[in-house]
């Protein structure tokens, strides 16, 4: 199983918005929303950010939130902090009773 | 509160076994499922697969496939990943995660650096 697509690196100013996107197949994101999102930063665990395409765990800032269209999922970071620096990552649960995290992008709050 | 706490830093040589652990509180352990994680360094994140501590049924990723086993004690609500045979490209950072239905992971483990190196 292939890892989902995902852009490199985004980048932003405080208060603006942006947004990631994670491409997949009708085989995992198209075809199921089971779509997750997750935070890291340097040296730490992942954090989860969004479940289900697009609800936030208690505690997380509504500035984040999830969306999908077809077989591409998009998270949209609103109001951007300096401490949303980080990497993110999707995953998707996969028909074959697996899941897959996409490569991850880097986003830098400029 | 829920909390998945890892075994220590590992230092192995190529062709050595190792078995890491992840102790899970706060929670009722099986009824929730625990996934594993890899990550690589300066690489992304990685799932190696799960394991349901109710009955160790497993799924594996077929990247890892043959490769690890995941495993789980209910007596003391402890998960473990095992390599019969490490190699070098098994150095990594490997992380225990809380996983739910629908394949979400919300709470996670501070991580195990595994380094293998003759």
């Known amino acids: 199983q292939s890892a989902l697509t995902q852009p490199a690196s985004v980048s932003g100013s405080p208060g603006q918005s942006i947004t990631i996107s994670c491409t997949g197949t009708?085989?995992?994101?198209?075809?199921?929303?089971?779509v997750s999102w997750y935070q890291q930063h340097p040296g730490k665990a992942p954090r989860l950010m969004i479940y289900?395409?697009?609800i936030r765990p208690s505690g997380v800032p509504d500035r984040f939130s999830g969306s999908k269209s077809g077989g591409t999922a998009s998270l949209t970071i609103s109001g951007l902090q300096p401490e949303d620096e980080a990497d993110y990552y999707c995953?998707?649960?996969?028909?074959?009773?697996?899941?897959?995290f996409g490569g991850g992008t880097k986003l830098t709050v400029l | 509160e829920v909390q998945l706490v890892q075994s220590g830093a590992e230092v192995k040589k190529p062709g050595e076994s190792l078995r890491i652990s992840c102790k899970n509180s706060?929670?009722?352990?099986?009824?929730?499922?625990i996934s594993w994680v890899r990550q690589m360094p300066g690489k992304g994140l990685e799932w190696m697969g799960r394991?349901?501590?109710?009955?160790?049924?497993?799924t594996y990723s077929p990247s890892f496939q043959g490769h690890v086993t995941i495993s789980a004690d209910k007596s003391t609500s402890t998960a473990y990943l095992q390599w019969s045979s490490l190699k070098a490209s098994d150095t990594a950072m490997y992380y225990c995660?809380?996983?739910?239905?629908?394949?979400?992971?919300?709470?996670w483990g501070q991580g195990t650096l595994v380094t293998v190196s003759s």
């Open positions: 995660a809380r996983q739910r239905g629908g394949y979400d992971s919300d709470y």
């Open positions: 706060g929670y009722s352990f099986t009824n929730y499922w």
């Open positions: 394991i349901d501590p109710s009955d160790s049924y497993t």
């Open positions: 009708s085989s995992d994101v198209g075809g199921y929303n089971y």
């Open positions: 289900d395409v697009s």
């Open positions: 995953s998707s649960y996969i028909s074959s009773g697996t899941k897959v």
